[in-house]
């Protein structure tokens, strides 16, 4: 089982199904929709560590790699 130290954010949204499609993340992102601990993030490839926590739309989810894989 691979290791993986980070996930990118528009993968992340799109693992956790909090979107549809990677252009439907890409979107949200860009236009200031997602908040990574508490900041608005407008870079899909923001690296994503264990103990982030992703916001968007009224949802919080607490990033967990290990959960992952």
Excluded: C, H
């Excluded at 993340?25 to 982030?52: C, F, H, P, S, Y």
């Amino acid at each position: 089982m691979p290791n993986i130290d980070y996930i990118k954010l528009d993968q992340f949204l799109k693992q956790t199904q909090a979107v549809g499609t990677g252009g439907q993340a890409k979107l949200m992102i860009q236009d200031g929709e997602v908040r990574v601990n508490g900041e608005t993030e407008v870079r899909r490839g923001r690296k994503l560590v264990t103990g982030d926590r992703v916001e968007l739309e009224g949802q919080s989810w607490l990033v967990n790699l290990a959960d992952l894989v």
